[in-house]
């Protein structure tokens, strides 16, 4: 049973850091590009973070870029998302997701809207609030 399940949200001030963990299991993550996405009260889900299976490239979406990074462990069983110089406009529920099809996938399209619906596997979030 394929079951993702992220950590390490919370509460933090302007300017702080935190780092997403995202524990796969039941399917083999090499063979799956996996991608952090965020929904904020109010707005739809943003994809933010992905990474290829076949070289680990990545993709960030303009709202992240240069602040956040996204990472696999030597084991590939745990997807990280690094996250710098929070602001407020961070807060949301952020979600790791990977498509049910397996396979590589550009993470630019992995983290485009609309790639990833409903059927594919999405963890339960983890809410990260920045405010002072």
């Known amino acids: 049973q394929v079951q993702l399940v992220e950590s390490g949200g919370g509460s933090v001030q302007p300017g702080g850091s935190l780092r997403l963990s995202c524990a796969a299991s039941g399917f083999v993550m090499d063979y799956y590009a996996i991608g952090w996405f965020r929904q904020a009260p109010g707005k739809e889900r943003e994809g933010i973070a992905c990474i290829d299976t076949i070289d680990d490239s990545t993709f960030y979406s303009d709202s992240v870029k240069g602040r956040f990074t996204i990472s696999r462990d030597n084991t590939k069983t745990t997807v990280y998302l690094q996250m710098s110089s929070l602001v407020p406009e961070d807060t949301a529920v952020y979600y790791c997701?990977?498509?049910?099809?397996?396979?590589?996938?550009?993470?630019?399209?992995?983290?485009?809207?609309?790639?990833?619906?409903?059927?594919?596997?999405w963890g339960q979030g983890t809410p990260v609030t920045v405010s002072s």
């Open positions: 997701a990977t498509p049910v099809k397996g396979g590589a996938v550009f993470p630019d399209l992995l983290c485009g809207k609309g790639y990833l619906d409903d059927r594919d596997y």
